[in-house]
């Protein structure tokens, strides 16, 4: 798994490099160079530390959902930050999926099945994908061409959670696999999803995902300070939708981390909404980025090596 997981990491890496030279060359290099130049380097303090909120606020619904399906026996508040903030290296993978990773560490401590904790990295996700949706229906008079893929969304995350919550149609798809070996662990997912997704609980880390983004459109706000736009409730509305926006048509596009998508729609909507020079917004996004998708995955690179040194590989149990 390790030489794997470099080869990801690597791969996202020079996907990203190329995607902040495409992004630079598409906005005159030099003139996104003077932007970074002129950029007020003293809001960077505010930007990480809202960052560090929204990762705090994930982690307490990390640690609910851990606790919640009982997968968190044996281990202790340390190992659960650890185990969540080392997911965050995966966060270059295709719509997160790559969290999953979360799954195989915490079986070293304690042995859960993979196929019984996996569910939570699909629930985190999909109530961020929620909250997401719901921070960019902020703004959305304010861009109306987004409304169309916005109601499609919105449909089918109400058709998937329902699909999930009824119990007679997840009976019967499990019959009809019930001779495979899948059978068996797609029991236990499904157990742990019903659990993680009843009404109240999804109520409560939706809030809690909304309350965490909204603090990384916070963030947004200081970055665009940064490149001179005077911080108001409006920009705050703009940032917030742009940021979400932005943020969802990457995880859609189920490119690793969004790598591009995100970027480019960010560009493309600064320019049109705040309005600001191509050079500037390109600027702003790149900052953004880096201080929040590449923040992130520096600290599960560095969280990753303490958890590994704390429960090497060697103790991994057979459980499956």
Known sequence: MGQTLRRRIMT?????????????????I????????????????????????????????????LRHTGAG???????????????????????????????YLLRRINGTAVSTSAPIVVAERMTDGIAMLLLMAVGLTLYPPAAPLFYVLLVLTVLGIAGIQSEALVNRL???????????????????????????MLLVSTVLSIVSWFFECI????????????????????????????TLFGLVSLIPGGLGVSEASSTGLLVWMIPMSQAAATAATLVIRFGTLWFGVALGMVTLGWFNRRYPEAAEGEKE
Do not use: H
Not at 12 to 28: E, P
Not at 180 to 198: M, V
């Open 219 to 246: 963030a947004f706000v200081y970055v665009l300070q940064g490149v001179g736009i005077i911080p108001t409730l409006l920009v705050l509305q703009q940032a917030t939708f742009i940021f979400a926006a932005s």
């Open 12 to 28: 996202s890496v020079i996907i990203g490099v190329v995607v902040i030279a495409a992004l630079g060359l598409l906005s005159d």
């Open 174 to 200: 499990l019959v009809m696999i019930a001779k495979t070996r899948f059978a068996e662990p797609l029991q236990n997912a499904y157990q742990s999803s019903k659990a993680l997704l009843g009404w109240r």
């Open 73 to 103: 026996t044996g281990v202790s508040r340390t190992d659960s930050a650890l185990l969540f903030c080392a997911g965050m290296v995966m966060a270059v993978t295709p719509g997160k999926v790559g969290e999953v990773l979360k799954s």
């Open 30 to 65: 030099g003139q996104v160079g003077a932007s970074l130049e002129t950029f007020s380097w003293s809001t960077i303090p505010a930007i990480l530390g809202f960052t560090a909120i929204n990762y705090l606020l994930r982690w307490l619904k990390w640690d609910i959902y």
